[in-house]
């Protein structure tokens, strides 16, 4: 299939740059599994030496099946590199993250590494920002954090499990919920805006590391 294709071209790429003994971010998702599985190959044929910080409790697992040894980012807080997927990407590299639910996790390994490696498919790739931003919000405080998402215009809805009834717990233990706010014009204004509501944990929009992002749209020929 061509976008499977897609992604572990550019997952392939991403793996490609990693250089010997340094610490990589692992993100959360199908196309960064891809660039894991091409890790876990060069560790087995190379003999790379690297060490991973994971995303999620998935990707943890993948690490070890694919023989990706893990620190933490108390042993690293500064990471030479964190690959990672995407759902939506501007020209302009800002984009929107969380399909997964893992975009808590996700933001703070990004922004604690020194370059930032976005692995897409073209599918991924919009002149606007205009998906429902996901947005971890605290249990305990939903009601309030979703009046104030009204407020700046959102549309919050809570997202429910599939094989779990009621909602879905991040791995951090909180609910998500995603926020459409149709086209987003200015979508670092709109970053910040949310995370100012208290109570929310973090959101989706990644829009203020686009310095040291580089993207890498994935090849299915
Ligand atoms: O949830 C996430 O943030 C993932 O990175 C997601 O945005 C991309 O997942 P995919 O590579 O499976 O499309």
Redesign the pocket.
Known sequence: DLVAQA?KNAGHRAADMVKDGIIVGL???????FAMERLGERIKTEGLSILGVPTSHQTAMRAEEYGIPLTTLSLHPVLDIAI????QVTPSKQM????????LR?KIVADAAKQFVV???SA?EVPVLDAAV?IEILPFAYGSVCKKLVELGGEPVMRNGVKKDGPVISDNGNYIFDCAFGKVDDPALLESAINSIPGVLEN?VFAKMTEKTIVIVGKSA
């Open positions: 992604k993100g959360t998702g199908s196309t960064v599994f990672d997927g995407a759902d929107i993250k969380g399909r997964g639910a893992a975009h996700e692995v897409i498919d991924k996901p989706g």
